[in-house]
């Protein structure tokens, strides 16, 4: 490689964190109606930006929600053509009482830049166009053609893109995609993710008598729909961590002897990991470890429960109804259409007498699965380690980014998804942050990958 | 008796019904500070009344929270004593759009009087003040002795009264506490109540991480709270109803066979009562009725459940939490500490690992059970089948009264419960009705009642 492209990324630290925070000091927030303004201003300035690094064709493109920004260098023939892709929606600051500097002013304080959307997503894909800058600026070229796509709704479903990709693959047509959206292992550990989880998630609702009624008058003659819904959760799942619908594992593929070897012999503890987030032990599925549990089994997860007299003291009635939230998170091979409907049906037929019971379907998004011997990833990884400096792992994520399932039924190209974040990240939560070593050093890898895809 | 009192009584229906209507009329919510003055207000005006009627000695009593309001009529000597309990003050009228009629202005309506504490239990205790009035301007005297004793803080824990009985109980020394605070089994079965629940509060909260976790970045590895709680409870009771707690039914009585079968045979039919309150049948510990369990097993309700997201659409977490409230009926021979212990240690034991749960204690009280067969309860019965015109039938509540349990063990004479509401009165609920009908049969039979203790 030219070393001009790398020194002109150790050069312009400087400017390259303030034309971030430009981006990040715009509220875009996507789920909230009253920061349109915001969110399409988001849109325009990334549209700007764009153009300044010398991408081509630079524009907003329409969808059903928010628009997408898409822009492209296409001079390289006979090269690969990658699709990098990211998003300019933030999730709201809320609780704004908890942070300790502004949400939307960017602050750096030991090493790390302080904002919402900091690691969700506004840096992660913006080291993607100060990699592409430094390449333009200082060799008037790039190794390999490029297109960029943002989305300005994926923190609401990605309803845009997703409709607009089935439409329009043309717009999206490469060699593979590459995104940055997710975190490191831990702080010596950058990885790629060759795993995804996907996504089914359903509310509960167990209904009673017409309104509640007086626990001492009613009681030991009607069925509690509170104690109907524990009854109905705890057949679910039990101590062992065993998700207990029938046929559930059916399609689950066992990993092989080598592949779980890898997967127990990745450089994490589970002591520390536990006293870090305040739990007393961690808990895995019997028979597997809590990492392997992870990254390559499937969940499920009460993520919210209510019903009856929330309020101080004491109030003595038999609720009328009571709900539950319930997520599960699928592995490669599960079709979440299939598991929503062994969900339901199960739900169902565990329904005490004397109260029924309603399943609302929110969502279901299909698992991801790449193949990590790749040259592709091979390659982003070597690449990227010397960016950061550290040993790139391959590692599953439990985690859930449903629009990349499109991109990989759509297109049938290889993702390479290599993050910058770290877990103590804060997604979505307050005092979101990003460490600017991955900032910077994630330009230097995003370069450096850029050439060795061209190789 | 001489007739001139129930002839009073006919003629005074229009006067009792407006002298009832201004106690209701005063907003004594207990449980809202904002209402302090109002509660007052309410308790001076009881003291008028009494005063108007020919009580002697009428007076707010102060305890260490709102006031008792006392006074008495002993001039019959060798006659017992009767000490009438009742309460002034009233739940809060919330939600208040679910009112057909303002909750403080009493609208009659079909036979019915419609306002805030009109059953519960400003006509109900009213109804002795009005038999005391009609004995006393016509005949200048009573056939017993009474005493008569509201409290100010029934709805909010009976705290001033429970104190004020335990260090004074010489103002209360009678021969038979008699309370009108409770409904017919059906509105063509007045009852007198042999038995009252006790009542045991609890409340769980099962903690896990510091902080909510996400779902994919965490699941697998860390213990759902939620998931736990619902274990917890579906491990307190299982779906034949019966409770899971070990020992919990060590000291509960089972009825002797006539007893059973007097139960059993009581005016009650399930299908009409499921269909009332929406339910699509009625269910009970197995092996008894509905109403058996209802009036003669003790019983376990999650009261409200909370944990997580409760909002629209989905949020992908594992919270940090979870809570609910339970609360547990007990029988007679039932103790409540007792019962506290096994709860808290049957909890503790089951909680799973990977999350902590600790249990808080809202309330302990102690069950009532009457002998029905004591000459009191007969005479009492007998008196107001005549005020009613109707036949008085003996039943177990299902429902608790934690003050009769102090009277009872304070002052150790026989409680006679003789309600004038219906099981659709609404307490505590929008649209608080009393049947005029309960009202002034109520008036009649307690005049008489007051005669046939005497005799």
Chains 1, 2 share one sequence.
């Not at 877990?423 to 370069?447: Q, T």
Request: include cysteine; hydrophobic fraction near 40%; charged fraction near 25%.
């Amino acid at each position: 490689m030219n070393d001009t492209v790398l020194t002109y990324i150790e050069k312009n630290r400087d400017q390259f964190l303030e034309s971030l925070n430009d981006l990040i000091r715009v509220e875009s927030i996507s789920s909230q109606p009253a920061k349109k303004s915001e969110v399409l201003r988001c849109a325009d300035l990334e549209v700007k930006k764009f153009r300044e690094i010398g991408l081509e064709n630079a524009a907003r493109v329409e969808t059903i929600g928010y628009p997408l920004v898409y822009g492209d260098w296409l001079h390289a023939p006979g090269k690969p053509t990658l699709l990098i892709y990211g998003h300019y929606d933030v999730q709201p600051p809320d609780p704004l009482d908890q942070w300790t500097t502004p949400p939307f002013e960017p602050t750096v304080k030991d090493g790390n830049l302080y904002a919402r959307g900091s690691s969700d997503n506004k840096a992660q894909h913006f080291s993607h166009l100060c990699a592409i800058e430094a390449w333009l600026k200082t060799t008037q070229k790039l190794p390999i053609n490029i297109k960029v796509v943002l989305e300005g709704e994926e923190e609401v479903g990605s309803g845009g893109l997703d409709k607009y990709l089935r439409e329009h693959p043309e717009l999206f047509t490469c060699d593979a995609v590459m995104i940055s959206d997710m975190p490191w292992l831990d702080k010596d550990h950058p990885a790629i993710a060759y795993s995804l989880k996907g996504l089914d998630y359903f509310e509960i609702k167990v209904k009673g008598s017409a309104q509640d009624l007086h626990s001492g008058l009613y009681g030991g003659m009607v069925r509690n729909p509170l104690q109907s819904l524990s009854w109905i959760l705890s057949r679910l799942k039990d101590e062992s961590e065993k998700i207990l619908i029938p046929h559930f594992y059916d399609d689950v593929k066992e990993l092989n002897a080598a592949a779980c070897k890898e997967v127990q012999s990745a450089p994490f503890d589970a002591k520390t990991f536990a006293k870090e987030i305040g739990v007393s032990e961690l808990v895995s599925e019997e028979g597997y470890t809590p990492i392997e549990h992870n990254w390559t089994r499937p969940t499920l997860d009460v993520c919210g429960i209510w019903g009856g007299y929330q309020g101080v003291g004491a109030k003595t009635i038999i609720p009328a109804e009571a709900s539950a939230k319930v997520s599960i998170r699928l592995v490669a091979n599960q079709e979440p259409k299939k598991i929503t409907k062994l969900f339901v049906d199960y739900v169902k037929s565990i329904c005490p007498t004397g109260v029924s019971c309603e399943v609302h379907v929110h969502s279901e998004a299909w698992p991801v699965f790449v193949d990590r011997d790749h040259p592709f990833l091979k390659k982003t990884a070597k690449a990227y380690e010397q960016g950061f400096g550290k040993k790139v792992i391959f590692m599953g994520q439990g985690a859930s980014i449903p629009v990349v399932a499109t991109f990989q039924s759509v297109l049938k190209v290889p993702v390479i998804l290599i993050g910058l974040g770290l877990p103590d990240d804060r997604l979505h939560s307050p005092n979101e942050k990003i460490a600017l070593a991955n900032f910077f050093g994630g330009i230097k890898g995003a370069a450096l990958a850029y050439e060795a895809l061209g190789e």
